[in-house]
């Protein structure tokens, strides 16, 4: 390559230091760029809360009815079964969207009015503002903790919308658990009723017997109704009046100590309701504060941009005009080298 052709270093410098004042003037514009940026455009506000599992002591609402002895029909829940719950409800998109559909907008939204083009415009831009952020663990730390973090224009609503949302994890995190409770004691429930029925069949079958031989004990007394030396409490009159008792009893159902204790399990398990009011799924770590600075667009940040540009920019048009020239032949002698 021809040596005439190439743009010395030294002589490039020194017509960029030559058209320092559209440099300068550029970088100038690159600041009222991002000056004018930062004054006209809508500010951006965050608000975040930090939430953390709940403790053994929380969760004893959902414990009704259960317990660790080895004969308890059901086992009871641990801090990590409801964090695992708490934690899968956070991260789903269903927490999102029921979030998004009740309490986002003005008003809750129907399903045929969450399915149409600007509202699903509407929710992808949420998407882009809701941030859920896991942390990480310290050594100390039974589990991790999870940062909620919502972006928008008006400091007062990201604050009652950040609660808002709190609300629904804690409702869908407590209908997952009482659904899982709610099957535990259907199938609980499922099995006491069996015992009771093959319980009150084996009972009734026993009465019977009792019956069926009280029966042929009142025949064979019959025939020795005239004997003087049969006692009176085991005569026919009296076996009959057992007869009737043990009829009585089988006409309105068997009833022996275990008969009743599955009874008793029935109706406990039927009765059964967990309170949601004193039930805690999840801990707020702080309270949910009003933010003060917006977030975005950030001065320093955006200035300092606007200054790099303008910059880069003033490079370029001297690299543009310089070529310009060149083309032209009008700057030939200034790059050329000494022989």
Do not use: C
């Not at 007869?243 to 009833?255: F, M, P």
């Not at 700057?331 to 022989?339: D, G, R, T």
């Amino acid at each position: 390559m021809n040596s005439q052709n190439k743009f010395s270093t030294l002589s490039l410098l020194y017509f960029v230091w030559q058209n320092k004042r559209v440099i300068t003037l550029s970088t100038l514009f690159g600041l009222v760029v991002g000056y004018g940026y930062i004054h006209y455009s809508t500010p951006i506000y965050e608000t975040s809360v930090v939430v953390t599992a709940a403790t053994e002591g929380d969760i004893a609402p959902l414990n009704l009815g259960r317990s660790w002895a080895r004969l308890s029909p059901l086992k009871p829940f641990t801090a990590k079964d409801v964090y695992l719950t708490f934690s899968t409800i956070l991260l789903s998109d269903a927490a999102k969207e029921a979030f998004f559909k009740q309490f986002y907008l003005s008003h809750p939204l129907t399903k045929e009015e969450f399915n149409t083009p600007e509202t699903i415009a509407l929710y992808r831009q949420f998407l882009r503002n809701f941030m859920i952020v896991e942390g990480k663990k310290s050594f100390s730390d039974r589990f991790a903790k999870f940062t909620i973090a919502l972006r928008g224009e008006n400091p007062q609503e990201l604050v009652t919308k950040l609660q808002n949302f709190l609300t629904v994890l804690n409702q869908q995190t407590f209908e997952n658990l009482s659904e899982i409770i709610n099957k535990q004691k259907a199938v609980l429930i499922s099995t006491l009723e069996h015992q009771l029925t093959a319980e009150q069949a084996t009972a009734q079958q026993k009465i019977r017997d009792q019956i069926q031989s009280l029966e042929h004990q009142l025949r064979d007394l019959q025939a020795y109704e005239d004997d003087p030396f049969t006692p009176q409490q085991d005569g026919p009159a009296w076996i009959e009046v057992k007869i009737d008792n043990l009829r009585a009893q089988l006409k309105h159902g068997a009833n022996t100590p275990k008969i009743r204790e599955l009874q008793g399990q029935v109706r406990y398990y039927q009765n059964l309701t967990i309170d949601a009011q004193k039930t805690i799924v999840f801990h707020i770590d702080g309270a949910i504060k009003t933010p003060v600075v917006p977030v975005l667009p950030q001065p320093r940040l955006t200035l300092m941009v606007g200054a790099t540009s303008g910059f880069l920019l003033g490079i370029l048009l001297i690299l543009f005009q310089l070529a310009w020239r060149k083309e032209r032949s009008l700057i030939k002698p200034l790059f050329e080298q000494p022989a």
